[in-house]
């Protein structure tokens, strides 16, 4: 079985480095390498839909980027345990009419021994915003270094 450092128990320094490693990788929005950070059998409940197992995982990763289009995301670590983080999350995107959104959500993360994510509970809100409101503008993939955080930008 292979390894997905940082591996809990988490501290400070691991669990925040496991946040923005899961940001960068859901910013790919490559559904089969996203689902790598997954053990075979993850279950979510993201939203109202339940799944389980990575294949669902990949399958439900493709119809969201099919549908949320030019996708940004933030997250960031609200707080930890042993091998469990809370994280908030914003990210933007548009629908294939144009129009814009920037959800909000948050959710919790369990992980095994081996650093893959046995079970995240997600819950989101989308809110409509005019495309000049965007503050996720960065090019497509992993937001750069540099850019700030959701704290630091004030939401």
């Not at 339940?50 to 933030?74: P, Q, S």
């Amino acid at each position: 079985m292979s390894e997905r450092p940082p591996l809990p128990p988490f501290t400070l320094d691991t669990a925040t480095r496991k946040v923005r490693m899961a940001e960068n990788a859901w910013n790919t929005r490559d559904p089969e390498q996203v689902a790598l950070a997954y053990s075979i059998d993850s279950v979510w409940r993201n939203r109202a839909e339940f799944l389980a197992g990575r294949d669902a995982i990949v399958a439900f990763l493709k119809r969201k980027w099919n549908r949320e289009l030019d996708y940004r995301l933030i997250k960031e670590l609200w707080c930890f345990d042993e091998n469990r983080l809370a994280v908030r999350f914003k990210y933007e995107w548009h629908d294939d009419s144009g129009n814009w959104y920037r959800s909000h959500g948050n959710e919790l993360w369990e992980f095994d021994a081996h650093g893959l994510m046995r079970r995240r509970e997600a819950s989101i809100n989308d809110i409509q915003i005019a495309p000049e409101e965007r503050k996720f503008v960065w090019p497509s993939g992993p937001r750069p270094e540099q850019h700030p955080g959701l704290t630091e930008m004030g939401l």
